[in-house]
């Protein structure tokens, strides 16, 4: 489980690097993303029957950095959203 965590959060800082531009994300969002990007990968492993969802394959690795780049584009939009409306 320990490792699940440490490969979560090193997904989630390569997904960060992997988006262009700067991101407004704290660091514990970012590993937060990372760790929801592995838990996707490892349930995609899981359906495809190539793995379990605790277990390190390379479909459920780039699954889960695919999904945690999505996530990290998306919490970014949505925390630029929510700054734009506090400023106004």
């Known amino acids: 489980m320990i490792g699940f965590i440490v490969f979560g959060m090193v997904v989630g ?30 349930v995609v492993a899981n359906l495809l029957g190539t793995g379990d969802i605790l277990e390190l394959n390379i479909i459920g690795a780039l699954v889960a950095f695919a999904a945690a780049v999505v996530l990290v584009v998306v919490g970014e939009q949505v925390g630029v959203i929510r700054r734009r409306s506090h400023r106004d």
């Open 13 to 42: 800082i390569v997904a960060r690097l992997l988006v262009p531009g700067r991101q407004h994300l704290s660091i514990w969002m970012t590993l937060l993303l990372g760790v929801l990007g592995s838990v996707v990968g490892g």
